[in-house]
């Protein structure tokens, strides 16, 4: 007598699997943006200092956050910076079985490149002095949302001690420049900080 055999089939397609991965890997990224002080190497007594940060979040590209760290003693000359990277291209497409395949065995884990450097504590008190943050958005509150558009979420903040301010804009392309003019000098600001951090790190 023949014995048949029932194939245990999966009830989860490649397609949601690769969609919960991704929320997951979407999650843990974020969690390291949040304190990229934490991430090896560990940035020293990083808890200690102010913060400042430029962070980019295109619809469909890789995540950067850029961050400034203040003195952690009142003899410090020269104070850290840090580059992170969520390398999406290499952790997307979770729902194609060939990619599917070619992870199978590796850990769900997002890839988040580190670049580190320092940069003059002097030249850190003066951008944060020429920052040209707007209050007008506040007026904004009363506005209508316009509809989302794909595109390029900025934002720069400050956190020094018990004051705190964030700054964030939506812009077209990859030049910053935001689709709302409030926002103008804070993203020409923004940008050329960025570079800088940028010719800093290499």
């Known amino acids: 007598?023949?014995?048949?055999?029932?194939?245990?089939?999966?009830?989860?397609?490649?397609?949601?699997?690769?969609?919960?991965?991704?929320r997951e890997l979407t999650r843990m990224a974020e969690e390291v943006f949040a304190r990229p002080g934490d991430r090896e190497p560990v940035i020293s007594r990083h808890l200690r200092r102010a913060r400042l940060q430029l962070e980019e979040k295109p619809s469909f590209g890789n995540f950067r956050l850029w961050v400034v760290w203040g003195p952690a003693d009142r003899t410090d000359a020269t104070v850290p910076i840090r580059r992170l990277i969520w390398r999406r291209d290499v952790d997307g497409k979770r729902g194609d079985p060939m990619a599917r395949l070619r992870r199978l065995g590796s850990d769900l884990m997002p890839t988040i490149e580190v670049a580190d450097s320092t940069t003059r504590l002097d030249e850190l008190k003066a951008w944060v002095e020429a920052v040209p943050a707007s209050s007008e958005a506040a007026r904004r509150i009363t506005d209508p949302r316009s509809i989302g558009l794909d595109g390029n979420r900025c934002s720069v903040s400050l956190e020094a001690g018990d004051s705190a301010w964030k700054h964030e804009w939506f812009a077209i392309g990859t030049d910053w420049q935001p689709t709302d003019p409030t926002y103008g000098a804070l993203a020409s600001w923004a940008m050329e900080l960025r570079d800088r951090l940028e010719a800093a790190l290499g």
């Open 1 to 22: 007598m023949a014995t048949l055999l029932a194939l245990k089939v999966d009830p989860v397609s490649d397609q949601e699997r690769g969609g919960n991965e991704w």
